[in-house]
């Protein structure tokens, strides 16, 4: 049976040239940075070379990059870091009502703490916040805004740099959730003014477990973790040197492959998002149509339920998401969608297909003929007609 991969929002395979770039530092040069002699100057030379080559690619200093254990840890470290940094200023934090669970969740525990006010913006039915809204939230007492540069789920593209210079009006913090933008679309911490920008290495063909925290200079943050003076006393631990080795040499390929992959892949979801439409009634496009990184389209599919949808398709050999990898196994429809004002049962009947490298026009073909027999074999036994 073929197999078809189609979640790469949910994490990419790791490129053999990362691998290769990776594997002397699991190997001979397995020193830890922090030790004086050679062994470990090998490893901090690696460390201090990679920092260099990401800040260049994001537009930032190298002194503005903190190596984090992943896109939920600088999440964290940007909500909670600047929270507990700036608490003297006020205690009020506004978020988008789409982000993911590591921008989301943490809001929340600070809400539910008695920590901080939490402002949760609403988006249009297509996905997008609207920069009025944020206007009107900001308070005297706020402290940070964090709102993401692309959803994970619908792929729509928010207007950051207008979203970031209404937030600097008022010398509010701005950080976004980049972990889905990088490597799809340009990432310009300079050109888009944040203040903190997140992103993980897993989701452009890097590893899993490593991402940054980018932290313009004269920001304020408090560290998350503490301990040793690791990444100039932001982030205690020693380093993982060939994850972080591996995360510059794949940004570096993603960034210089984006111009080619991204209008490709475009092309090939708007080619599965036509045939949908045209073969298959009752199926409902979400988020928006064009401004939207060019991996990612979403559907929901009228008398079909995302538990039936996930498993059919697996069955025919496509892997595919519901919305939020981490939201796999739970009832709860979407909180994106709800966001979007989707009704309960299209929610709750949502496929995110998210393609990458590997996938092709024989792949779309095949998705297709798979979707059709299991829409309709799920609505042979649902009371849709
Ligand atoms: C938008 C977004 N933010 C954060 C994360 C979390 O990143 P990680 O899996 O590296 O912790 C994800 C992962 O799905 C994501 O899509």
């Given at each position: 049976m073929r197999r078809v991969y189609a979640d790469y929002n949910a994490t990419t395979p790791l490129d053999p040239q990362v691998l290769e770039v990776m594997l002397p530092y699991l190997r001979e040069h397995f020193g830890?940075?922090?030790?004086?002699?050679?062994?470990?100057?090998?490893?901090?030379?690696?460390?201090?070379?990679?920092?260099?080559?990401?800040?260049?690619?994001l537009g930032a200093q190298e002194g503005e990059i903190v190596f984090t254990g992943g896109g939920t840890e600088a999440d964290n470290m940007a909500v909670f870091g600047v929270v507990r940094a700036r608490r003297?200023?006020?205690?009020?934090?506004?978020?988008s009502s789409i982000e993911h669970h590591a921008v989301m969740h943490a809001c929340q525990y600070l809400e539910k703490t008695g920590e901080c006010e939490v402002t949760y913006l609403p988006v249009s039915r297509e996905c997008l916040v609207d920069p009025v809204d944020l206007r009107k939230a900001i308070r005297d007492d706020t402290v940070l805004v964090s709102i993401m540069s692309a959803n994970n789920e619908t792929g729509t593209i928010q207007s950051v740099k207008h979203l970031a210079a209404i937030c600097h009006e008022r010398g509010v913090t701005f950080h976004t959730d980049a972990v889905q933008s990088f490597g799809k679309q340009l990432v310009n911490v300079n050109d888009w003014g944040v203040d903190l920008l997140s992103i993980a290495a897993h989701k452009f063909y890097g590893p899993k477990g490593v991402g940054a925290l980018y932290v313009r200079r004269g920001t304020k943050l408090d560290p998350l973790l503490f301990g040793g003076s690791h990444e100039n006393d932001r982030r205690a631990g020693t380093e993982n040197v060939a994850a972080i080795v591996g995360l510059a040499k794949a940004a570096e390929l993603a960034t210089a492959q984006m111009g080619e992959d991204q209008p490709r892949l475009f092309e090939l979801t708007e080619k599965l998002?036509?045939?949908?439409?045209?073969?298959?009634?009752?199926?409902?496009?979400?988020?928006?149509?064009?401004?939207r990184i060019g991996n990612t389209i979403n559907f929901s599919f009228e008398g079909c339920e995302e538990e039936g949808l996930l498993l059919g398709l697996d069955l025919e050999g496509v892997a595919v998401s519901s919305g939020s990898a981490c939201a796999v196994g739970s009832l709860e429809p979407s909180h994106v969608l709800k966001a979007m004002g989707l009704l309960h049962e299209l929610a709750r009947a949502a496929v995110r297909f998210s393609?990458?490298?590997?996938?092709?026009?024989?792949?779309?073909?095949?998705?297709?003929?798979?979707?059709?027999?299991?829409?309709?074999?799920?609505?042979?036994f649902s009371t849709y007609s």
């Open positions: 830890n940075a922090s030790s004086v002699h050679v062994f470990g100057r090998e490893a901090r030379a690696a460390i201090d070379d990679t920092r260099v080559r990401l800040a260049k690619l003297k200023q006020g205690r009020h934090i506004i978020t998002g036509d045939s949908i439409t045209r073969r298959i009634h009752g199926a409902h496009r979400n988020g928006h149509a064009r401004q393609f990458g490298k590997s996938n092709t026009a024989e792949d779309v073909d095949y998705i297709l003929k798979a979707l059709e027999k299991v829409v309709e074999r799920l609505r042979a």
